[in-house]
């Protein structure tokens, strides 16, 4: 490598990672990259780094012992135990890592990662965060041994997993004769029926990496099954789960992860979920090669700026800011295995998904809810409330393993990580989730936010998708008929139309209740409709634009719905407006105002409440109620008082405006609502 590039080599990686060039003289002919940056040898020619290059991600599975990481060496050269512990004892502790680049046919180049996880019981936790990113296992079991406890529970972690390719592959096959190696093989292919691994579709490969037979044959294997692998979508929005964290001398904060989803470039600045804080990528390694970008599917290393690695923990994901949002709760499908445990509502588990690891309570939605468990092999749907949140999409999968004693009973994908409380028709909201397409998600999605409204910003969080597919998902729509769109808020016709219906309904009921009345005030009728600020606007402007409303100001009403008052009515509404024009801020009281009209009680009331309605008159409080004008001319007036003080008191407020204490202290009171003054312990302060 060039002095003074960035290299992601801590102390603990160099147990596994050398040199290049020590690396190379490991590798076997033809899969050699120690060159200079810019080019690679594969099958002895030399090719860009641009050119095309797939990459995939390749994980391990099986029992203690049983030989992973010896086969991942044989692979690629490259041991991928990096603890002093895991040498000495001989055993994977932690998940380690290799890489491998082999030429394909028509010049592209297949870069596999590899991902070699620990066997123990023990670790299997440490396993669940290796093997969340896979495109493809080595299903890796002993010829001398056969199938044992964690070949079955690793197995059935990448099934729940949808782990799609895989080989099973045989180790140390020169420890026993070819009769037991043909018993085995008969075993396994056996214990494989049925399964994606299933010997019909995929062979059982016999090695030994001690002499190295079979492995050629392995890597053809290895070839032909990724061909059948679609690339990883590295135009989607980028993301990145994290699981491991340590300081380069020099550099700072590295992390690596694999790269599951996008693109992720130097100088790029990303969000740390859950944390929410930002950081800024100084150095991109892909491999253990420096590079200006990593794209889905690969090993990535990120050095950090804006962090310390005190405040990354494996578990984190890095994705675009200002774009997703960390879920305490989350809706999904979830599976029991047939050897699990009836899991009862509200059961605890340990859940985990990708690198994260958690505690959860599962509730049971749905018709589950009220069978109170799921019975072993079935499947439900769920609500997982979580101790810690994180960043959760639709299509992520998860594992849960029982409370305690801790063993795998199930796992299953999310479906939604922004779930709404008390949903009606959440199962079928689950099932088109579940189980329809695009555009059958999108639909459902805008329908369950009816009369709030989603906008593309929030659509993005929700899903996971770009803006660019959603937008050309919406170009599909027939619209006006599915869906209305103002600007970037999305509104499902269907509900936009039965607020429309709403509204126009809620004014008439108003009209007739109150003939006296101008109209119904916008807060009244919004609170009425039960809709969001948006989009309720949105369904008042266009039925005014359809002239079926009127809009006076802060008041709506049916076109030609006015304010007919017979003569003793239009009367009283003078005389009680000049009673209180009149008496500047020495007003009446209310009831003595009203005591000397013609009308009845009940329509003098509603004659003060038109009064109040157009703001004619305010209330001041319960029992004091003043002209506009006298109120505009008060605030006129402390203005002028500010210049001569900022201050003001009771004393000084009663002889500027000449009033009793009984109004007084109302009259202050209101001012500091309206913000013209603000109390300060017996004073006011003149803003």
């Given at each position: 490598m060039r002095?003074?590039?960035?290299?992601?080599?801590?102390?603990?990686?160099?147990?596994?990672?050398?040199?290049?060039?020590?690396?190379?003289?490991?590798?076997?002919?033809?899969?050699?990259?120690?060159v200079p940056p810019t080019h690679r040898v594969a099958g002895g020619r030399r090719y860009?780094?641009?050119?095309?290059?797939?990459?995939?991600?390749?994980?391990?599975?099986?029992?203690?012992?049983?030989?992973?990481?010896?086969?991942?060496?044989?692979?690629?050269?490259?041991?991928?135990?990096?603890?002093?512990?895991?040498?000495?004892?001989?055993?994977?502790?932690?998940?380690?890592?290799?890489?491998?680049?082999?030429?394909?046919?028509?010049?592209?180049?297949?870069?596999?990662?590899?991902?070699?996880?620990?066997?123990h019981e023990r670790f299997v936790r440490n396993m669940l965060a290796g093997v969340g990113g896979i495109d493809l296992v080595l299903l890796v079991i002993a010829a001398d041994e056969s199938i044992k406890p964690q070949t079955r529970e690793h197995f059935d972690i990448c099934r729940l997993l949808s782990v799609r390719r895989g080989i099973a592959v045989l180790t140390k096959s020169d420890l026993v004769d070819r009769e037991t190696l043909d018993v085995v093989k008969l075993e396994v292919e056996e214990f494989l029926r049925d399964s994606f691994l299933d010997p019909g579709h995929s062979s059982v490969i016999a090695v030994s990496s001690l002499t190295g037979a079979g492995i050629d044959e392995l890597r053809q294997a290895l070839v032909k099954s990724v061909a059948e692998i679609p690339a990883r979508d590295s135009s989607a929005l980028a993301r990145l789960p994290i699981d491991r964290v340590f300081t380069m001398k020099g550099f700072g904060a590295v992390v690596t992860g694999t790269l599951v989803s996008g693109t992720i470039r130097k100088e790029?600045?990303?969000?740390?979920?859950?944390?929410?804080?930002?950081?800024?990528?100084?150095?991109?390694?892909v491999h253990g090669q420096s590079a200006d970008l990593a794209v889905a599917g690969q090993r990535t290393a990120l050095n950090l700026t804006g962090v310390s690695t005190q405040e990354m923990t494996?578990?984190?994901?890095l994705a675009p800011p200002s774009t997703f949002h960390s879920s305490s709760r989350a809706d999904v499908s979830l599976a029991l295995l047939p050897s699990a445990k009836p899991l009862k509502d509200r059961a605890r588990v340990h859940l985990h998904a990708f690198t994260f690891e958690t505690i959860a309570t599962v509730v049971l939605v749905g018709q589950r809810s009220g069978q109170k468990?799921?019975?072993?092999?079935?499947?439900?749907?769920?609500?997982?409330?979580?101790?810690?949140?994180?960043?959760?999409?639709?299509?992520?999968?998860?594992?849960?393993?029982?409370?305690?004693?801790?063993?795998?009973i199930g796992g299953g994908v999310v479906l939604d990580a922004t779930p709404i409380s008390r949903m009606p028709g959440i199962e079928a909201f689950l099932q088109t989730l579940a189980e329809g397409d695009a555009l059958?998600?999108?639909?459902?999605?805008?329908?369950?936010?009816?009369?709030?409204?989603?906008t593309i910003t929030e659509l993005i969080a929700e899903t996971g998708w770009s803006r660019q597919a959603i937008e050309a998902y919406l170009s599909t729509f027939a619209r006006p008929a599915e869906v209305s769109r103002f600007g970037d808020l999305l509104v499902h016709q269907p509900a936009l139309e039965e607020l429309k219906s709403l509204i126009i309904n809620a004014v008439a009921g108003f009209h007739k209740k109150n003939p006296?009345?101008?109209?119904?005030?916008?807060?009244?009728?919004?609170?009425?409709?039960?809709?969001?600020?948006?989009?309720?606007?949105?369904?008042?402007?266009?039925?005014?634009?359809?002239?079926?409303?009127?809009?006076?100001?802060?008041?709506?009403?049916?076109?030609?719905?006015?304010?007919?008052?017979?003569?003793?009515?239009?009367?009283?509404?003078?005389?009680?407006?000049?009673?209180?024009?009149?008496?500047?801020?020495?007003?009446?009281?209310?009831?003595?105002?009203?005591?000397?009209?013609?009308?009845?009680?009940?329509?003098?009331?509603?004659?003060?409440?038109?009064?109040?309605?157009?703001?004619?008159?305010?209330?001041?409080?319960?029992?004091?109620?003043?002209?506009?004008?006298?109120?505009?001319?008060?605030?006129?007036?402390?203005?002028?008082e500010k210049t001569k003080s900022p201050k003001i008191d009771v004393a000084r407020f009663k002889d500027m405006t000449g009033v009793t204490r009984k109004y007084a202290i109302p009259l202050l009171e209101y001012l500091d609502r309206e913000h013209v003054t603000r109390r300060v312990g017996d004073e006011r302060v003149i803003l």
């Open positions: 002095k003074g590039c960035f290299q992601i080599y801590s102390r603990i990686e160099k147990a596994c990672i050398a040199s290049v060039d020590a690396r190379e003289r490991r590798r076997p002919a033809g899969c050699r990259v120690g860009s780094i641009l050119s095309r290059m797939k990459s995939v991600i390749v994980g391990t599975a099986g029992h203690i012992d049983h030989g992973k990481t010896a086969l991942v060496k044989a692979l690629t050269g490259i041991d991928a135990d990096r603890l002093e512990e895991e040498k000495r004892r001989g055993i994977t502790i932690d998940i380690g890592f290799a890489h491998l680049e082999l030429p394909l046919p028509g010049g592209e180049i297949l870069r596999l990662g590899f991902v070699d996880v620990p066997g790029d600045e990303l969000e740390v979920f859950p944390s929410g804080r930002r950081v800024r990528i100084r150095g991109v390694q494996r578990g984190m994901v468990q799921v019975s072993p092999g079935e499947n439900a749907f769920a609500q997982l409330r979580l101790a810690e949140p994180t960043l959760l999409l639709p299509g992520d999968r998860f594992i849960m393993r029982q409370f305690s004693p801790v063993v795998t059958s998600i999108l639909r459902a999605r805008l329908a369950r936010r009816s009369r709030i409204g989603i006296l009345v101008a109209g119904i005030s916008k807060e009244e009728l919004r609170d009425q409709a039960e809709a969001s600020g948006q989009v309720f606007t949105v369904a008042l402007d266009t039925l005014v634009r359809e002239r079926k409303l009127e809009v006076a100001g802060e008041v709506v009403h049916l076109p030609g719905q006015g304010v007919v008052m017979q003569d003793e009515e239009a009367e009283s509404h003078k005389i009680i407006e000049h009673a209180f024009a009149s008496a500047g801020l020495k007003v009446p009281a209310l009831k003595d105002v009203l005591t000397g009209l013609k009308v009845d009680k009940a329509r003098a009331q509603k004659i003060v409440t038109l009064l109040l309605r157009d703001k004619v008159l305010v209330k001041v409080s319960e029992d004091l109620v003043f002209h506009r004008d006298a109120l505009l001319n008060l605030r006129m007036r402390m203005s002028s």
